[in-house]
């Protein structure tokens, strides 16, 4: 058994593979104690190898299993997800709790990747904390976006002065449900340059936590002119590619080695 901890700010991710396929995928919140979210998802498990990515991947080294443990980056874990499950994968785009990670593939390799990891604008952390404001759950605030019209410009998407411009649109008389658009649509706004600047080519594979907003989706796809299901591929957990990713990383080395 292989498994892959993806440890990231908001979340921790397991996969584990038997024999090239995926025996389980778990996840916890990271909390303050990571190190022990990481024996409660690993609790009963005995893997011979041990891959972690994510901000926090070496506290692996913490855990003290008899067993191989090794790194790699989010990058190249994100790809290997993506590129397993969609060999035609020619970009990946990857919004997780504090980073957003575009990278451009060919033949399942990263050849340009560009990364927003100096704040949390536009990533989920940035979706739960203006999701706050509205005094919604994050998982309803994409739903809730998608009911607002004619949205405003939000000038800013660092997640301090999006909240006070929120709040002073809000005093205007502005719908609650179109600044929650508006401030979706800044995120789009920002992802889309990004992937540009990588070299943008369909199938994009849309990968982490904020995949699963229907809103991001929906702006996304009219953004960048691709049609989600066809131009825009989401993996039915895409919260778990890096996890996932990260195992297939020990299983291509060790089929490798078998030759």
Do not use: W
């Amino acid at each position: 058994m292989i498994a892959g901890l993806d440890i990231g700010s908001r979340s921790i991710e397991l996969v584990t593979l038997i024999d090239g396929e995926v025996a389980a995928a778990k996840k916890l919140p990271t909390t303050f104690d990571p190190v022990s979210q990481c024996f409660k998802l690993l609790d009963g498990l005995r893997p011979a190898s041990l891959v972690g990515t994510g901000y926090g991947r070496n506290l692996i080294q913490r855990l003290g299993l008899d067993c191989e443990c090794s790194t790699i980056t989010e990058i190249k874990a994100h790809a290997l997800g993506a590129a397993h499950l969609f060999p035609e994968a020619r970009t990946v785009l990857d919004i997780g709790g504090q980073d957003t990670k575009a990278m451009s593939l060919a033949g399942g390799r990263v050849l340009k990747f560009e990364m927003n990891d100096r704040c949390a604008a536009g990533t989920g952390k940035f979706l739960e904390y203006t999701a706050g404001v509205f005094q919604i759950p994050v998982e309803e605030f994409g739903p809730y976006a998608m009911k607002g019209e004619n949205p405003p410009e939000i000038s800013s998407i660092c997640t301090v002065f999006a909240e006070t411009e929120a709040t002073s649109l809000m005093a205007r008389g502005e719908k609650p449900e179109a600044i929650a658009l508006g401030l979706h649509r800044a995120i789009v706004k920002r992802t889309a340059n990004m992937l540009r600047r990588v070299g943008l080519n369909f199938p994009l594979v849309f990968t982490g936590g904020v995949a699963n907003n229907p809103c991001v989706l929906d702006l996304l796809a009219k953004s960048i002119g691709g049609e989600i299901g066809r131009d825009i591929l989401v993996p039915d957990n895409p919260d778990h590619m890096g996890a996932l990713g990260a195992a297939l990383h020990r299983h291509h080395d060790d089929t490798a080695n078998a030759r």
